[in-house]
C-alpha cells in the first residue's frame, strides 16, 4: 500500500482556510473563539464530515475526528495541531498540522488501508497565548497540565474569562471532564513546519524532532513615577519605561550568554503608562518570552533576568516585579516514534536530519499523555508568526506522506 | 483700589471644572473636543456670561471673553491658558490660569475698577498634543505659527482630521480668521502652576517667569524584523524594540549629558507590534520629547539622539527614521512684565524669584502677538500631568491677586 497525498486539494483547503481571517491577505489574524475562528472551525468541522470522521469537542473546543480502526477498543492513535494564529501572523503555522494530518488520513483510507487502532485527527484550542495570556491552553487542559480552575482564573484583554469566551462560543461543557485517559492513545505525532531555517540552510526535506524547547514567560511590570516631561529634572525621574528598556536589553544580554543557539529570549510586549509624549512614563509591563532544549540552561538565564531586574530597580529607584505566566519542562521525543519517521523518510527517498523544536508545540502536552514525535518541513527563510510565512506544496506533501506512512505503521 | 480674590468662589469652581473629566476622581483626562471638552467649555462660557464677558469663540475653538475698557479701541490686554488635559492627569494644570484668569477680572470689577484697555480672558484650545500629536494647537494657530493646512494635514488617532474634528464640536469657522491682528494685544499674562520643585523647595511664594523652554518632539520609527519568539535564532535577529530600547536610553544620556539641570529629554510612548509575547517585535514607534532654554544646547541634544539611532540602525540591521513634529525657539518674556509681576508680588509682602519654564505653555506662541509674562505657583512636590499633581488654595489665591494687579497696570 502506498497512501497517495493529492497536493491540489490540500492547496486549496489551506487557502481556503487562510480565508478566515480579521485581516487582509497576506496575513491572518484568527484569535481563539472570535467569530472567525468558529467559522474557520465550521469549515474543518465540514471536511472531516466529509471524510466520513465522527467529530466530537470537548468544554475547551479541542476537536477529535475519529477514523474508527477494526479494534475500536485499542487505545488510539493521534495527529493534529491548532488554526488559531496570532495577530499579523501567516497562513501555515498550525494549519499544515490540521489539514496535512486529514489529507493523510484521507490518503490511507483511498489507498485502502485498514486501520487496527482509531486514528484520530485532533485540533488543540488556542495554541497561541494571545487571548487568555497562556500558550497551549488546550492540550495543557487535555493533559492535566492545568486544572478547571483556569476557566474562571484565566481572563482575555475583553475582560471575558475563558469561562465566558467558550460559553459565549457554544462550548459548554465541563471543563473537567477534558483530561484525557491515560490510556486514551498509544502515539501522537505533529507534523508542523520548522518556523526556523535550518532545513532550508541544508536543503533537507523533512526534519525529525527528537526534542521540544522549555518555553517559559513572565510578565514584568516596572512601577515608577510620572510627571510632565518638562518640568522634572532628569536627575529627580524614576522612568518606568527607561527601566523597561534596560530590562529588556538585559533579556537579550541573558539569553546571548547561555552561549548556545538553542536559548532565546524575546520581549514581544511593552505598554506604556500613561502613554503621553509629554508625560513620564509611571508604568511599563513587559511580556518575556525565554526557552532552552535545557531546562537548567534556561533556568540560568531566568536568574539572569531577575538579576537584572533588580539591579534595575535599585538603580533607577524603581518598583519591578516579575509574575511567571508559564515555565514548562522540556520533553524528549519517543525513539519508536524517531525512528518510524526516520524508516518512512528512508522508504519515499526523502532527505532527514534529526532536530529539536525551540517553538513549542501542542506536542509538548500531549508528550504527557501519550508517545509523541514530530514531523518538521522547511519554510522559507526560516520565518513564522508574520505574513510572508511560506512552505511550499512539495514540501507539504513530502510532510503529509511521511505522516500517512508513521500513521500506518503505528496503527497497525 | 485693592481687587480681592474670592478663595472659595475659585476652588469651588477648580472642583467643578475637575469633574468634566473621562476617568474617575482623583484623575482627569479631558481630551480635546471630545464630549466631556465640549461640557466643560459650556461650564466656563457659563461663568463668564455669569461675569458680564462677552464671548466669541473662533474656528478652532480658541476663546475670548472680553471686559470692554472704555477706550475699547486701544490694544487689549489678556490672560488665560488651557483647560484640556492629557490622560490620567491632574486637576490645576492650565485650570488655575483660566479659571484664576476669570477671577482677577472679576475681582478687579468689584473693587471698581475701570480699565481703560479692554481686558480678554483667553481659552486656548488643545495644549496638549494627545489627539493631533502637536501642542499648543490654539495658541499655534492664532499666533500664524501654523497655517490653515494643518485642518487637513493633522490626523487624530480616531482617523478624524483637525478639520472633521473641529466641525464635528461645532467650531466650522475658517482657520484662516484664526490669526490675530499684530495690534490685537499690547499684553499677555498666563497664571500657571510651576510643574516643577523649585518654588516649593525654596518656599516662595510666586515664581516670576523669565524664558520658556524650547520644546521639540519627534516620532522616530524603527523597523527590523519580525518572526517566531521560539525559532529565530538571537543571532539571526533584528528586533525593533529592542533596538528601540537603546535609542530611549541614548535619549536620556543625550539630556543628561548637556550638563544643565534644563536639558530634559523624554521618551514618553512606545508601541510595539505586532506586540505579541511569542513574536519578535518587526516595528516600534517611539514619541521623543527634547527641551531646553538654551536653543543651541537642545540641538546639540538632538544631534545625539540622531547619531545613537544611526549607530543602533547599522550595528543592529535595523531601518530607523525621525519625523519632526514640533522645533519651536525659545522664548523670553517682556522685562516691563517681569517688572510688574515683581512690583505686584512685592506690593502684596509675596516672596518671589525669577525662573526659567521648562514646560511649555501658550505663552510661548502669545509670545509672537504679543509682550508676554508669566507668573508661576508652587505645586505639592513638583508633580503635574498625574492625578495626585497639586497646588494649595493660598498658592491659587496669591497667585490670581498678582494677576489681578499686573492687568489693572497693563490696562491702565
Not at 51 to 64: C, F, I, K, M
Not at 390 to 408: C, F, H, K, M, Q
Request: charged share 25%; glycine share 10%; net charge negative.
Amino acid at each position: 500500500m502506498t497512501a497517495r497525498v493529492d497536493p491540489q486539494r490540500l492547496a486549496r483547503e489551506l487557502d481556503t482556510l487562510a480565508t478566515f481571517s480579521d485581516e487582509p491577505a497576506p496575513a491572518v489574524t484568527r484569535i481563539v473563539f472570535t467569530d472567525t475562528d468558529l467559522r474557520a472551525r465550521a469549515y474543518l468541522k465540514s471536511l472531516c464530515r466529509d471524510a466520513a470522521l465522527s467529530v466530537r469537542e470537548d468544554g475547551v473546543g479541542n476537536l477529535y475526528a475519529r477514523w474508527t480502526g477494526t479494534d475500536p477498543h485499542a487505545p488510539a492513535v493521534a495527529t493534529g495541531s491548532h488554526i488559531d494564529a496570532i495577530p499579523h501572523a501567516g497562513r501555515f503555522d498550525g494549519t499544515v498540522g490540521v489539514l496535512g494530518g486529514l489529507e493523510a488520513i484521507r490518503a490511507l483510507r483511498e489507498a485502502g488501508f485498514r486501520a487496527r487502532r482509531s486514528i484520530d485527527l485532533m485540533l488543540f484550542t488556542s495554541e497561541e497565548p494571545t487571548r487568555f495570556g497562556i500558550g497551549c491552553l488546550g492540550s495543557r487542559l487535555l493533559s492535566g497540565s492545568l486544572d478547571e480552575s483556569a476557566g474562571e482564573r484565566l481572563t482575555g484583554g475583553d475582560g471575558r474569562s475563558l469561562n465566558d469566551a467558550r460559553a459565549d462560543a457554544g462550548f459548554g461543557d465541563s471543563l473537567a471532564l477534558v483530561p484525557l485517559a491515560s490510556d486514551a492513545y498509544c502515539a501522537f505525532v505533529e507534523l508542523h513546519i520548522e518556523q526556523g531555517p535550518l532545513l532550508e540552510r541544508a536543503g533537507v526535506d523533512i526534519g525529525v524532532v527528537t526534542a521540544i524547547a522549555a518555553p517559559s514567560s513572565q510578565r514584568i511590570i516596572v512601577e515608577g513615577e510620572g510627571g510632565h516631561a518638562g518640568a522634572v529634572l532628569m536627575r529627580d525621574r524614576h522612568d518606568a519605561f527607561l527601566a523597561a528598556a534596560e530590562i529588556a536589553l538585559g533579556v537579550e544580554s541573558a539569553a546571548r550568554a547561555s552561549g548556545s543557539d538553542d536559548t532565546v529570549g524575546t520581549v514581544g510586549v511593552c505598554e506604556v503608562f500613561p502613554g503621553a509624549v509629554n508625560s513620564v512614563p509611571s508604568r511599563t509591563t513587559l511580556a518575556v518570552d525565554i526557552r532552552d532544549v535545557d531546562l537548567a540552561r534556561r533556568d540560568a538565564v531566568l536568574e539572569r533576568v531577575s538579576a537584572a531586574c533588580r539591579e534595575t530597580a535599585s538603580r533607577r529607584g524603581v518598583n519591578v516585579r516579575a509574575e511567571t505566566i508559564n515555565a514548562d519542562p522540556p520533553t524528549r521525543c519517543e525513539p519508536a516514534i524517531i525512528e518510524a519517521i526516520e524508516q518512512a523518510c528512508d522508504a519515499r527517498g526523502f532527505t532527514h536530519q534529526r532536530m529539536i523544536s525551540r517553538a513549542y508545540h501542542d506536542s509538548l502536552f500531549m508528550s504527557r499523555v501519550a508517545p509523541t514525535g514530530m514531523i518538521f518541513i522547511p519554510c522559507r527563510g526560516g520565518l513564522s508568526h508574520r505574513p510572508d510565512e511560506y512552505a511550499s506544496p512539495e514540501a507539504i506533501t513530502r510532510g503529509a506522506s511521511v505522516l500517512a506512512d508513521v500513521l500506518a505503521r503505528l496503527s497497525t
